[in-house]
């Protein structure tokens, strides 16, 4: 069956780095859009980041951009998010979703358009 299983989350001080694993099973890995969303408690869930299957394109939020990093490996069907120089605003349950409905397009940051998610891993900012 389809899984996402998201790790590397934990407690970081401001200004602190993570990277963050996504690994991916049960469907055809190379022609999925992989992207990272989040959502803290009380707010709505945004995106964060998003890779392209077919060129490994990339797209940020302008809050996480020149901060996080994304990328893949297909070879081990897993995709990561770098995330440097921390804040607590960034304390959030951080998701992996997959979208394999337009492969030869960009990735969207829409999470509507994504099929597959997975249970998320908790990242907490704080001093």
């Known amino acids: 069956q389809v899984q996402l299983v998201e790790s590397g989350g934990g407690l970081v001080q401001p200004g602190g780095s993570l990277r963050l694993s996504c690994a991916a099973s049960?469907?055809?890995?190379?022609?999925?859009?992989i992207a990272w969303f989040r959502q803290a408690p009380g707010k709505e869930r945004e995106e964060v980041s998003c890779?392209?299957?077919?060129?490994?394109?990339?797209n940020y939020a302008d809050s996480v951009k020149g901060r996080f990093t994304i990328s893949r490996d297909n070879a081990k069907n897993t995709v990561y998010l770098q995330m440097n120089s921390l804040k607590p605003e960034d304390t959030a349950v951080y998701y992996c979703?997959?979208?394999?409905?337009?492969?030869?397009?960009?990735?969207?940051?829409?999470?509507?358009?994504?099929?597959?998610w997975g249970l998320g891993t908790q990242v907490t900012v704080s001093s």
């Open positions: 049960g469907f055809t890995f190379d022609y999925y859009h």
């Open positions: 979703a997959a979208d394999g409905g337009t492969p030869q397009a960009k990735c969207s940051m829409w999470g509507g358009l994504y099929e597959y």
């Open positions: 890779i392209t299957c077919s060129d490994g394109s990339t």
